[in-house]
């Protein structure tokens, strides 16, 4: 099984993350923050990777480190549970739909980071979360996790759809790159023998 346990400790939040990427899907996720709670939901549920999340933080301020941090031990956790990399497709995508919004998502296991968002909302909140926090937590994902990322929304005119439509998108990218491929198990997938660094 390929599992990592992440904490993060500072003035501003305490977090604890576990993932297991051969998991089932099943999660326990409490942020302190109800739309981000759901969506990481969605990510475990839809990747079928297994996912313990519990944060607490300075949400007396604002929403903001809460939910950046837990993007970053979130992508840590991935990153370590990948190991080496060796034997993954690496490359995954997907396009979801959701009613009247549908949504791109490709990401590249390159242990390069990197993030394209083309996501714009027409409400500056979602319940008591700031709409522009999104890109900040795949921001933080992509640079913890060594995940090129490219996130797309088509469009849509409901901004849930939209938020849903692209964590959904990223959980089965995700659970496409992280497959294994038994006929190079032990290979890591690129001609360099090794990801990460100049391409």
Partial sequence: MRTAKVERNTKETQIAVEVNLDGTGTY???????FLDHMLEQLSRHSLMD??????????IDFHHTTEDTGICIGEAVSQALGG??????YGSAIIP????????????????YLI????FSRP?????????FKEWF??????AGATLHVDNLYGENNHH????????????????????????????????TLGGSL
């Avoid at 990399?85 to 690496?90: M, N, S, T, V």
């Avoid at 909140?125 to 926090?133: I, P, R, S, Y």
């Avoid at 995700?174 to 032990?186: E, H």
Wanted: charged residues 30%; glycine residues 8%.
């Fill in 51 to 60: 996912l313990t999340v519990k944060a607490t933080g300075d949400l007396h």
């Fill in 98 to 113: 959701m009613d009247e919004t549908c949504t791109r998502v490709a990401i590249d296991l390159s242990n390069r980071p």
């Fill in 139 to 144: 921001q933080a994902f992509a640079q913890a």
């Fill in 125 to 133: 909140k979602l319940g008591d979360m700031d709409t522009e926090l």
């Fill in 85 to 90: 990399r060796e034997g993954i497709e690496r």
């Fill in 162 to 193: 939209i938020v849903e439509s692209c964590y959904k998108g990223l959980a089965r990218s995700l659970k496409a790159a992280i497959t294994v491929d038994p006929r190079k198990a032990d290979a890591v997938p690129s001609t360099k023998g």
């Fill in 117 to 120: 968002w083309r996501v714009d």
């Fill in 28 to 34: 326990d996720v409490s942020t302190g923050i109800g």
